[in-house]
């Protein structure tokens, strides 16, 4: 596939892949049968590409008490309110896959407040929204709701980083056209 496949700009690739950036992708070919097309995106430049995956892996897999599951949920939410085609294709999957239930993944790419969802995780959504929305208007009555709702303030921090991560990646992906891999729309269904 090249670059032009994958997204509306075509970015010579500047040299060799690293070792350790080869081994990343077999690594995604392995665990999910292909690599991601935002990687491939990113693959112009081996650096660029690491900082994404190094920010990428320690957001979504790095310690934190937000399971996997939420962390996937917030990214869909702020997708959701940025319409980013890619992620809502991508992180929808996640989010049927870990759950166990399609119509969740589905009811978060649409509008998260008519899904099933605890008081916690509503209000964990429900301030990536606002922060990805109106960020100026965040408030301490804002990450008070959130400590009400059973969140640490490292918690916070962890939502907070997940929704900017997400809101920058949104935006790389509306100003490329990044396409989402075919094998998202399929994927927990």
């Known amino acids: ?94 989010v049927r896959q870990l759950s166990g239930d399609p119509v969740l993944g589905d009811m978060l790419v649409m509008n998260y407040r008519v899904a099933d969802l605890t008081v916690k995780q509503r209000a964990m959504l429900d301030f990536a929204v606002h922060l990805t929305e109106r960020p100026a208007e965040v408030v301490e009555a804002d990450r008070q709701v959130l400590r009400d709702a059973g969140f640490t303030d490292r918690d916070i921090w962890d939502i907070a980083a997940l929704a900017a991560f997400y809101n920058m990646s949104n935006r790389m992906a509306a100003a490329t056209e990044m396409r989402p891999n075919d094998e998202y729309h399929s994927m927990a269904r």
Request: aromatic share 10%; with cysteine; proline share 3%.
């Open 1 to 94: 596939m090249t670059n032009k496949d994958v997204m509306a700009l075509n970015l010579p690739v500047e040299g060799e892949l690293s070792e350790a950036t080869q081994g990343y992708f077999a690594k995604c070919e392995e665990k999910i049968g292909f690599i991601p097309n935002v990687l491939r995106a990113y693959a112009f430049n081996d650096t660029k590409l690491r900082a994404f995956t190094d920010m990428y892996n320690d957001l979504m897999l790095g310690p934190s008490s937000l399971s996997k599951l939420e962390r996937e949920m917030i990214a869909v939410a702020v997708s959701s309110v940025n319409r980013c085609f890619y992620c809502l294709a991508a992180h929808g999957a996640a």
